[in-house]
């Protein structure tokens, strides 16, 4: 198939995701994720890192679907989001060169999100065992989109970005109180899969 073909099976994630922003069935969050998944694996022809990650996002999705309110579960979505962007930052670093700018970009990053972090979330989150999962989640997230400014690839990048803004939402959500974000929640973060979907397609030759 070629790569435009691939990219035709876009649709499917897509209608899945469009359809799961109206519909309460977890079971479209799953589609999404595993027909992205299944993509990368088909245009890669052969398991990789992000095709994990991809996996591993959706049981970790699972665990923050139905945490209601239990913080191990929570903790066990954060958990499983870090293993998935330790295995996209492993994708990133194969085809990564170790220039400065990558190591700039996550400096910088880690330091303003700390900041942001440290002076509107932490402070609102009770439970003391969230505090250093939420950091660590955060410099792991920093590190994955920081170093995919070391490769060419605009969907990998915007894909990782789109996920780092979906758990900004999450947290003004959860922790600040701030409502008004949870109906971005899902369309950035099922943007994020579709892009990093995409980002493999592109390098098939589209």
């Known amino acids: 198939m070629s790569a435009w073909g691939y990219a035709a099976l876009l649709a499917i994630p897509l209608a899945a995701a469009a359809l799961r922003c109206i519909k309460p069935w977890f079971s479209l969050n799953a589609i999404v994720s595993l027909g992205c998944a299944a993509i990368v694996l088909a245009t890669r022809g052969a398991v990789s890192p992000l095709f994990f990650g991809l996996i591993v996002s959706v049981a970790a999705d699972w665990f923050m679907a139905h ?26 670093l194969m085809d990564a060169s170790l220039a400065p700018l990558p190591f700039i970009a996550f400096a910088l990053l880690a330091a303003g999100y700390g900041l942001y972090l440290a002076r509107r979330i932490l402070p609102r989150v009770g439970d003391a065992r969230m505090r250093p999962a939420i950091v660590l989640y955060m410099l792991i997230s920093a590190a994955s989109l920081g170093f ?40 950035t973060y099922f943007l994020c899969h579709i892009l990093l979907a995409l980002s493999a397609v592109v390098e098939k030759g589209m």
């Not at 970005?161 to 899902?186: M, Q, Y």
């Open 148 to 187: 995919s400014l070391a490769v060419p690839d605009a969907a990998r990048t915007l894909g990782l970005l789109c996920i780092v803004l979906s758990d900004t939402l999450i947290a003004e959500s959860d922790f600040a109180g701030n409502r008004a974000t949870g109906p971005w929640i899902l369309p």
């Open 67 to 92: 945490k209601a309110g239990r913080t191990s579960w929570y903790l066990c979505g954060i958990g499983g989001f870090f293993a998935a962007h330790a295995l996209f930052l492993w994708d990133v």
